[in-house]
C-alpha cells in the first residue's frame, strides 16, 4: 500500500512542478509580449518634427491668403 501512496505523491508533486513551469513559462512570454507592445506603441507615437514652409506668394507679390 505505501509504494501505491507514494507514487501518487509522486505524480501529484511531479504535476505541481509542471505547472509552476508553465506558468512561468507563461508569465516570461507574456513579459516579452508586452516589452514588444510597449516598444510599437513608442514607434507610433514619435511625431517627427514639423518643418515649416514660407508662406507662398501669388502673382502681385503679396503674400497668399490661406
Known sequence: MSAVWSTDRDKRRTIQKLQQAAERSFQLVLAEARK???????????????????????????????
Open 36 to 66: 514588444e507592445n510597449v516598444e510599437k506603441v513608442e514607434l507610433l507615437a514619435f511625431k517627427p518634427a514639423a518643418t515649416v514652409a514660407t508662406p507662398s506668394r501669388d502673382v502681385h507679390d503679396s503674400v497668399a491668403k490661406h
